[in-house]
């Protein structure tokens, strides 16, 4: 069976072709990608009505090279996937009305799929592909949580931000550290030749007790650090300022996920979106779940970010686990809201 995925949920255009077959896990035959990144750079930050625009120039012209990439012809596409939401609903309505028309002229079944869920199973992609069940770490530039996954479609929801997401602390800081946009890879970058240890940041609710995060403190404990260092700080400061910070996000975020691996007595941890990408979170991470005698696994760096790849990937496992809603009617809608806990 193959699957024709559509990602179109913020500022990348992803289409991607899986196919699966019984018994074995899914694998992505070709998938393309458009980042939007340029286009948004001189307003710093994404622009919702460019954002449809642009999806609307790129998708028919990626799904094509996907095809042809594939060896594949529109009449051997079994099922065809696309975000529902969350997202920008501008967005999503592009690459849900792309695949529902598409599906429709195919006489092939549709599929909507939740954003997050794409990400949460995109390891699966990985050739060192997690087992259930496993302890999932979602961090993007919108979102911060942490999930018990149990099987396909069985997630628990153990603790998430009460404000700011760790991308948005990455790329708020970013922002005022004079860094542009996107925030969070040039912060990264930066803070590879600065000092972690040269400003004693906050690290909001690490001793809370519970599983949640916020970071809209340290945002403040930033900009606060930056005047300080006056009007024209030095090259160094400013990379000490990015280290630190980067330290900040990331000693949060691998304390709350071990913590979180203790107490759920599994032996595996998933880590899923742009923020997975993250050098540094992942040595530390690595080493964190070792001391425990437990692995980490993540997605393809090039599958870190929005793509369609995850969203076909997780219509094909839904698919195979006989959890797939699928439609024919013509009919769709998105959900720009949609909490990850409302799936089954």
């Given at each position: 069976m193959k699957v024709l995925g559509f990602e179109s949920s913020?500022?990348?255009?992803?289409?991607?072709?899986?196919?699966?077959?019984?018994?074995?896990?899914?694998?992505?035959?070709?998938d393309a990608l458009h980042s939007q990144v340029a286009m948004?750079?001189?307003?710093?930050?994404?622009?919702?009505e460019l954002a449809s625009?642009?999806?609307?120039?790129?998708?028919?012209?990626?799904?094509?090279?996907?095809?042809?990439?594939a060896g594949c012809s529109l009449a051997e596409v079994d099922v065809v996937a696309y975000t529902r939401g969350p997202g920008l609903a501008g967005a999503l309505l592009v690459g849900a009305g792309v695949a529902v028309a598409l599906g429709a002229a195919l006489g092939k079944p549709t599929l909507g799929i939740h954003h997050l869920e794409?990400?949460?199973l995109s390891p699966f992609l990985a050739?060192?592909?997690?087992?259930f069940p496993f302890i999932a770490l979602l961090v993007s530039g919108g979102h911060t949580q942490l999930m018990q996954v149990d099987a396909v479609g069985s997630y628990t929801l153990l603790g998430e931000t009460i404000d700011d997401a760790a991308g948005e602390a990455f790329d708020k800081s970013a922002k005022l550290l004079g860094l542009g946009y996107p925030g969070g890879p040039a912060l990264a970058r930066l803070a590879a030749q600065g000092d972690p240890k040269a400003f004693a940041l906050p690290r909001p609710l690490l001793h809370s007790g519970n599983l949640d995060f916020s970071f809209a403190g340290l945002k403040t404990a930033v900009m606060t650090a930056h005047r300080?260092?006056?009007?024209?700080?030095?090259?160094?400061?400013?990379?000490?300022?990015?280290?630190?910070?980067?330290?900040?996000?990331?000693?949060?975020?691998?304390?709350?996920?071990?913590?979180a691996l203790k107490d759920s007595g599994t032996r595996r941890v998933v880590v899923a979106g742009g923020v997975g990408a993250n050098l540094q979170l992942r040595a530390a991470l690595d080493a964190g779940a070792a001391r425990l005698g437990a692995r980490v696994h993540y997605p393809p760096l090039h599958l870190c970010t929005d793509n369609g790849a995850m969203i076909a990937l997780?219509?094909?496992l839904r698919l195979q686990h006989g959890l797939a809603d699928l439609r024919q009617d013509g009919a769709f809608d998105v959900r720009p809201r949609w909490p990850l806990a409302d799936i089954s």
């Open positions: 913020c500022d990348e255009t992803g289409v991607a072709l899986v196919e699966a077959r019984p018994g074995h896990t899914p694998s992505l035959l070709a948004h750079e001189a307003y710093g930050g994404v622009v919702p625009r642009d999806h609307i120039r790129r998708v028919l012209p990626l799904a094509r090279q996907v095809l042809a990439q794409g990400h949460l050739p060192d592909a997690p087992e300080k260092l006056g009007e024209a700080p030095s090259p160094r400061q400013i990379a000490d300022l990015a280290a630190s910070t980067q330290a900040a996000i990331v000693d949060v975020l691998v304390t709350k996920t071990l913590r997780a219509a094909a």
